[in-house]
């Protein structure tokens, strides 16, 4: 079992999704998350590793419960976002006891939560941004930004930056988690202004990975 030549692609939080299905029967048992390592560590062992979103942290299917996932097979995606592993399990591949996490039916009016966690709240609040750019509200601090103009937004960049590093320098630690999202914050808005996204950015990070 190799990965050789095959180019898998990254998210943002440098995860991809790993799907296992029971090498016998084709069912889905779970889906989960990997890192670089924990996919190294899988194909190492034979065993099924993940990575965790909430803990940060490794974890080996089956450590705790003994229902380990051994693995068959693995196959990427031909989009490169997505692995596909055939696994044989030695117990109840959910946590809840049931044989497959996809045992809850799904109804024809489903409710919906949205993770309050990592940095996607950038993409969501850049999006309420640019809405608040195209309909400017009446009584919006961002419209307000907006009409004030591009030198104005800049200035307010360059002000929050400089209450970012004084927060840093006079070790007011509880305060620089708001000092540095009014700088994220003003900053989206003028990437806005300027025909520019958070991709952009991203893009440019990339860039510069090497």
Not at 28 to 50: D, I
Not at 123 to 144: C, H, L, M
Not at 180 to 202: N, T
């Amino acid at each position: 079992m190799t990965a050789e030549n095959a180019r898998i692609k990254l998210d943002a939080q440098g995860l991809v999704t790993a799907i296992c299905q029971d090498d016998a029967t084709g069912e889905t048992l779970m889906v989960a998350y990997m890192n670089p390592e924990a996919l190294a560590r899988t194909l190492e062992s034979g065993e099924m590793h993940f990575y965790s979103r909430s803990r940060q942290a490794l974890w080996r299917k089956g450590e705790t419960s003994g229902a380990f996932l051994r693995v068959s097979s693995a196959a990427v995606d031909c989009d490169g976002d997505a692995l596909l592993f055939n696994v044989r399990a030695d117990g109840p591949a959910c946590h809840t006891g049931e044989r497959s996490c996809f045992f809850t039916p799904l109804p024809e009016s489903p409710e919906y939560e949205r993770a309050s966690s990592g940095p996607g709240v950038l993409s969501e609040i850049f999006q309420v941004i640019r809405q608040r750019q195209a309909e400017a509200p009446a009584g919006s601090y961002t419209t307000a930004l907006f009409e004030s103009g591009t030198t104005r937004i800049a200035q307010k960049v360059a002000e929050e930056g400089a209450e970012v590093a004084l927060a840093a320098a006079t070790k007011e630690t509880a305060s620089l988690p708001g000092e540095v999202a009014d700088l994220f914050y003003h900053a989206l808005v003028l990437l806005a202004d300027a025909g520019l996204s958070p991709e952009d950015v991203w893009a440019e990070l990339r860039n510069r990975r090497g």
